[in-house]
T-cell receptor, first 112, second 114 residues
Framework: EDQVTQSPEALRLQEGESSSLNCSYT??????LFWYRQDPGKGPEFLFT???AGEEKEKERLKATLTKKESFLHITAPKPEDSATYLC?????????????FGKGITLSVRP | KAGVTQTPRYLIKTRGQQVTLSCSPI?????VSWYQQTPGQGLQFLFE???????NKGNFPGRFSGRQFSNSRSEMNVSTLELGDSALYLC?????????????FGQGTRLTVV
């Protein structure tokens, strides 16, 4: 069974204090690993897809990396508007389906 | 380009009733997946539809069902509601099934069972 574990559950940072969010996964053949951002009361907003170990993607203050067992979301010099829950999900390479298995998310709070 | 639209946004139902939620995917997207989100369990996969056919189903009881229409719009139905069905129900659309393209989510329907 595919599994995704995210840590820590919650993270409080001072504005400008860089950090990393961890996503550990086990999957029967990885098709893709996804990062989403979710604000309270809203649906998840797509951030990145990573396909193979060693791949990196960047968007503004965010950088996602992937190994064979983990993915990291690095946040450089965060701002209060980066406060949200960050979700990691994997899609297995089995069958023609789009099922995503999600972790429980990391709630990030950035203080001004 | 319009995003994924879910209606209604909020619902309050009584135990034992049934409910139908609707999802209109992004234009041109043919795959629609449904997820249940609760504080304790996070996001859990319910089922996926592609070209009006259910492609995959999660570990939920038969009270949860869905369908997809020829225009790719999808509905999910929950019968004999239980208190534990209170959750945010999210719909996601993708261009095709079984490909690692990003899934775009709607704002969700907040269901409260009393």
């Amino acid at each position: 069974e595919d599994q995704v574990t995210q840590s820590p559950e919650a993270l409080r940072l001072q504005e400008g204090e860089s950090s990393s969010l961890n996503c550990s996964y086990t999957v029967s053949g990885l098709r893709g690993l996804f990062w989403y951002r979710q604000d309270p009361g809203k649906g998840p907003e797509f951030l990145f897809t990573l396909y193979s170990a060693g791949e990196e993607k960047e968007k503004e203050r965010l950088k996602a990396t992937l190994t064979k067992k983990e993915s990291f979301l690095h946040i450089t010099a965060p701002k209060p508007e980066d406060s949200a829950t960050y979700l990691c999900a994997v899609q297995a390479r089995t069958g023609a389906n789009s099922k995503l298995t999600f972790g429980k998310g990391i709630t990030l709070s950035v203080r001004p | 380009k319009a995003g994924v639209t879910q209606t209604p946004r909020y619902l309050i139902k009584t135990r034992g009733q049934q409910v139908t939620l609707s999802c209109s995917p992004i234009s041109g997207h043919r795959s629609v997946s449904w997820y249940q989100q609760t504080p304790g369990q996070g996001l859990q996969f319910l089922f996926e539809y592609f070209s009006e056919t259910q492609r995959n189903k999660g570990n939920f009881p038969g009270r949860f069902s869905g369908r997809q229409f020829s225009n790719s719009r999808s509905e999910m139905n929950v019968s004999t509601l239980e208190l534990g069905d209170s959750a945010l129900y999210l719909c996601a659309s993708s261009p095709l099934a079984g490909m690692s393209t990003e899934a775009f989510f709607g704002q969700g329907t907040r269901l409260t069972v009393v």
